[in-house]
């Protein structure tokens, strides 16, 4: 995957640079430290300026501070239902492009998360299959803003 992801450092419409070279922003939303780590890499490799946090509290603290041009948001948290987090998001950040991560697909909290507000939705871990249309989607949401 590091070979892919250099590759696509360079491509400009998928790294997470700006047209004047600055990086976008992301801030990851996951309890699971292993998924933090693996969308760290992806998007740090690309040129993205990441940001992360555990669970929800966290994620609005570093959502306030950073203003991220995307928010990768688990799906499932201990404590939380997503589809809270994601309200609470977007109640306290209007405007801001959420993208759902979870491990598991149902498309009916799926179609209720999109229908909420968020942008996109990516199942984890993000394998090579997936790794250009996440980018891609990021890329695209990090422009609208």
Known sequence: MQELLSTYKKDPT???????GSPFSVLVVDDSRTCRQQMEEIFS??????????DLKGGLEQCQKHNPNVIALDMWMP??????????????????RIVMI????QQARITKALSLGAKDYFLKPIGEKQLKKLLLSFKKLSLEG
């Open 102 to 105: 979870s491990s598991e697909f």
């Open 14 to 20: 998928l790294n997470g640079l700006s047209e004047d």
């Open 45 to 54: 490799t690309v040129g993205y300026a990441v940001y992360l946090a555990e």
């Open 79 to 96: 404590g939380i239902l997503a589809l809270e987090g994601l309200s609470e998001f977007l109640s306290k950040n209007p405007g801001v």
